[in-house]
């Protein structure tokens, strides 16, 4: 069984890294979710096929909404990366496609371009990484980046997860497969 705490007791106490912290999305955070993807629009757009769909802020209050209602159900735990003590949003980081009866998920992550190259994706992923396996008890996580996607192959990489093979031609995105 996976082990979910609630999202108000997160909320409450974020998982705090040396430069960063993580929290559980919420609903309130669409405007800046909204800002850093449009914001970032260029920068995401190659890597993630969901980023042309993000075409106002409805499309990220929906985001933001069923970030919340997945974590409810245990589907799928999103977080919002922030500099540790701020507010302001750099990216998300998650357990996607939870799967009880297997204790497994998918790693997943994004940031705006202003926050990338400074290691902070690597520290949001590894607290997200230990959170998965040390409190809710993940026994297989997965994390798959595209193979010419040099700064997530690199996070990957230093997260030390074992590369098992290529999915080829897996993402339509950006008007390429990856």
Known sequence: MLAIPPRTELRARPIVGDRVEIVPMEGTMASQ??????????????????VPYQKSLDAAQRFADASVADWDSGRALRFAIRERGKKQLLGVVGLESC????????????????????????????????????????????????????????????????????????????????
């Open 99 to 178: 799967v009880e009866m297997h204790r497994s998920c998918d790693l997943g992550y994004w940031l705006r371009k202003e926050a990338a190259g400074k290691g902070l994706m690597t520290e949001a992923a590894t607290l997200c990484d230990d959170f998965g396996f040390r409190t809710v008890g993940v026994h297989r996580m997965r994390v798959a980046a595209a193979t010419d996607n040099y700064p997530s192959l690199r996070v990957v990489g230093r997260l030390q997860f074992k590369f098992e093979g290529l999915a080829r031609h897996a993402e339509w995105g950006d008007g390429r497969w990856t």
């Open 33 to 50: 979710l909204w800002d850093v993807v449009d914001g970032s629009r260029a920068w995401l757009r190659p890597w993630l096929p969901w």
